[in-house]
């Protein structure tokens, strides 16, 4: 079994920053994307970050210039460093990866729980 933990999740004034993990454990062969998502209550899930196998990373528009994605690998674990945040960040941040299990090539689509971050004085 695989799975994802986040934590980080907090309080902090417009402004402040802030730093999310997320660590994943299990029978893990080799991670491949590591990615963060967040939602609002009433919105879509909304695309922030991500990193690939290889280390590119993407970020969606509203967070460029603020937010840093990074891994690593030894730890099976994926940061996100989010400076400058506005109240409109708050969301539940979820972690989503691709993590081969097995050897034999199993691969899973593995989703977080989340944590909470409020931006808010």
């Known amino acids: 079994q695989v799975q994802l933990v986040e934590s980080g999740g907090a309080l902090v004034q417009p402004g402040g920053s802030l730093t999310l993990s997320c660590a994943a454990s299990?029978?893990?062969?080799?991670?491949?994307?590591m990615s963060w998502d967040r939602q609002t209550p009433g919105k879509h899930r909304e695309f922030v970050a991500r990193v690939s196998g290889i280390g590119n990373t993407d970020y969606a528009d509203s967070v460029k210039g603020r937010f840093t994605v990074s891994r690593n690998n030894a730890k099976n674990t994926v940061y996100l460093q989010m400076n400058g945040l506005r109240p409109e960040d708050t969301a539940l941040y979820s972690c989503?990866?691709?993590?081969?299990?097995?050897?034999?090539?199993?691969?899973?689509?593995?989703w977080g729980q989340g944590t909470v971050v409020i931006v808010s004085s």
């Open positions: 989503n990866a691709g993590i081969y299990y097995s050897a034999a090539g199993g691969y899973l689509d593995v």
């Open positions: 299990g029978s893990i062969v080799s991670i491949d994307f």
